[in-house]
Structure formats: C-alpha cells, structure tokens
C-alpha cells in the first residue's frame, strides 16, 4: 500500500476564503495570536492567523497554522492580556473542584425557580364550576 499524505496548497486557502465570502464573513485584520483553551489542559495556539467573522450568525473562523502547547508555557503571556473576570474563568475551566461547585449551583438554582404546589386544584375548578 501507498500512503497518500495531503499536502495544503494555495488552492485550497483560496476555495476555503472563497466560499467564507459566499457566507457574508468579513476578514478581521490586524490579530496577531488566537488561542482556543481545551479542558485537557491544552491550548490551540495560532500565531498570525485569519480570522473571519459573521457577527450576527455569531459564526467565526480561524485558519493558518497552529501548534498545540501547554497552558503553562503560554500562561506569562495569556496573563499579561487577560482581565479578572476572565482569569477567575480560566481558574474555573481547569479546577475540578470549582467546576462541580459551579454544576452543583447551576442545579440548585434550577430547582428554587419551581414553586411548590400549594392547595388542590379539583376542589377549586369545583367550586368555580358550581358558581357559574
């Protein structure tokens, strides 16, 4: 058997930018890294990518190369861009313990937005029913 290995050659960028126009996404310039945070503890790092946007499809893409590190070989430099409401998410994304916290609130919050049953429904559609 031979082993085909696919090579990415400029037409396929240039019929991948062409159908992202298609759909209405407009390039944004001037981004100099993405990264995507995994739950694994990994981060997809690209470095001069293009990003394209459909703002109110609420639909982007990423496209160049990209290489897969750890957090903490980027973490001085995430922290450097990173405000405390979005560092207090980091700390929550890769700390199991806060991450059960965070379900177990979500499900407490669930069960307080149903009122209990209070009374008997038969006998007041009885008495409305005798009154009318």
């Not at 960028?13 to 990264?35: A, C, F, H, R, Y």
């Not at 903490?72 to 199991?96: C, N, R, V, W, Y």
């Amino acid at each position: 058997k031979k082993k085909v290995v696919h090579k990415t050659s400029k037409s396929d960028d240039i019929k991948l930018q062409n159908n992202l126009k298609k759909m209405g996404m407009n390039n944004i310039p001037g981004i100099e890294e993405v990264n995507m945070f995994q739950q694994d503890g990994n981060v997809l790092h690209f470095s001069n990518p293009k990003v394209s946007a459909l703002i109110p499809a609420n639909t982007f893409s990423v496209t160049g190369p990209c290489e897969q590190k750890s957090l903490g070989e980027l973490l001085p430099t995430i922290l450097q861009q990173m405000d405390s409401q979005s560092l207090s998410g980091l700390k929550k994304m890769f700390d199991p313990a806060a991450a059960k916290s965070t379900i177990s609130e979500i499900t407490e919050d669930d069960e307080d937005d149903v009122p209990e049953l209070t009374g008997d429904f038969d006998s007041v559609a009885s008495a409305d029913a005798e009154a009318s």
